[in-house]
């Protein structure tokens, strides 16, 4: 089953081409998404009253649920609140207010999600879930269930269900805008446009970042801290980086918004200590470099993940990562391929079982 592959989690980083494409056929039409298990429960009226939308996640997944908090947001002119499963069901208050819940569970298992799920219901919220899993405790227990269709995702580190999830929820937003008519609807058109480019976008930066994302976890195995940093989209997607270090590699990695590092955690920056910079946001790209200034001026080893054609980035950095360019929403994607490729090779490097790290397991069906 591993064929050239020496692990499942490679295996499955290089299949997510492949799992994004999967995800979005028969989906894309010219003008829109095309969700019709979304049909039968939601008309425009029902999409047009909701007034807040709660998504509900644990781990990886509640991860892509915060940068479908930011589409939707954009999209749809909702709010929209991002929230661990496990807190949900302890601390949600239940509003009057018409509310959406969106559940995301790449193995519709996860029973801290599944207690969320019924704290919806209870709380007369309907309830649409996003999962990989096919007749999952989640899909049958939902109201609505939109399937990614990443195949089976057998290494405990998530890649290839995170990025299908993050795709099903830009589908989603995209659906929702278009039955709501929201303030984003104008840009829905190159978001389309760009979602059809993503499989290939995705195959080139796993060809453009691999060997050079090899490289740098040879130089960085034994450094026992190591910082992401980004802002907006980009800080969403420094806490997946961390994440995916923390448990495959071991390393005490962190992730911050570019902008607080000089409010507490500058002082943990030394000479040497890696620091990777997340630079796809152009709209805030001037205060990145501030930032990497910054941390540059105190000794780090700063590592850009920019796309190509950014010449600013690599006047300030010392080595600069660069992948294709792509809508600024679907950026994420993209450069969380090196932070999913650089866990894999330090902990291959640093002779973890990438595939079965510690104390972790893959489907976690207690509280
Ligand atoms: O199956 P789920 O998406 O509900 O799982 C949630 C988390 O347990 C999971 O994403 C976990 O954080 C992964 N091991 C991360 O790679």
Request: proline share 5%; net charge negative; with cysteine.
């Amino acid at each position: 089953i591993l064929n050239e592959y020496q692990h499942y989690m490679m295996k499955e980083i290089f299949e997510q081409p492949k799992a994004i494409e999967e995800t979005l056929l028969g989906r894309l039409t010219p003008h829109g998404v095309n969700l019709p298990e979304l049909e039968s429960i939601w008309d425009e009226e029902s999409v047009k009253r909701l007034r807040k939308i709660y998504i509900v996640a644990s781990g990886t997944s509640y991860h892509s649920g915060l940068l479908g908090k930011k589409v939707i947001e954009q999209f749809l002119g909702i709010p929209v609140e991002a929230t661990f499963s496990s807190e949900f069901t302890y601390n949600h208050q239940p509003s009057n207010e018409p509310s959406l819940v969106i559940v995301l569970s790449q193995s519709g298992e996860t029973a801290d999600t599944l207690s969320a799920l019924r704290q919806a219901k209870q709380s007369g919220c309907p309830v649409i879930a996003i999962t990989n899993t096919a007749g999952s405790s989640i899909a049958r227990k939902a109201d609505s269930t939109i399937y990614t269709k990443a195949g089976p995702e057998l290494a405990v580190a998530s890649t290839k269900a995170y990025t299908s999830q993050i795709v099903a929820l830009i589908l989603l937003s995209i659906w929702l805008a278009k039955k709501g008519d929201g303030p984003g609807t104008s840009h829905i058109r190159s978001l389309v446009d760009s979602l059809e480019c993503l499989p290939g976008d995705v195959e080139s930066t796993l060809i453009m970042t691999q060997e050079a994302i090899d490289q740098f976890a040879q130089i960085t195995y034994d450094q026992d801290h190591l910082f992401l940093i980004g802002r907006g989209l980009d800080y969403v997607l420094a806490l997946e980086g961390a994440l995916k270090l923390q448990e495959v590699a071991y390393i005490h990695a962190d992730a911050y918004a570019a902008g607080e590092m000089k409010h507490g955690t500058m002082a943990l920056i030394t000479p040497g200590v890696p620091v990777i910079a997340l630079a796809t946001q152009e709209s805030v790209l001037d205060k990145l470099i501030s930032n990497i200034k910054e941390v540059k001026a105190r000794g780090a080893f700063v590592v850009g993940i920019s796309t190509i054609g950014d010449d600013l980035i690599g006047e300030v950095v010392d080595q600069v990562l660069f992948i294709p360019s792509t809508h600024p929403l679907l950026m994420p994607i993209l450069a969380a391929i090196p932070l999913q490729l650089l866990a894999y090779y330090s902990g291959t490097v640093r002779g973890h079982d990438v595939d079965r790290p510690r104390n972790l397991a893959k489907s976690l069906t207690v509280e």
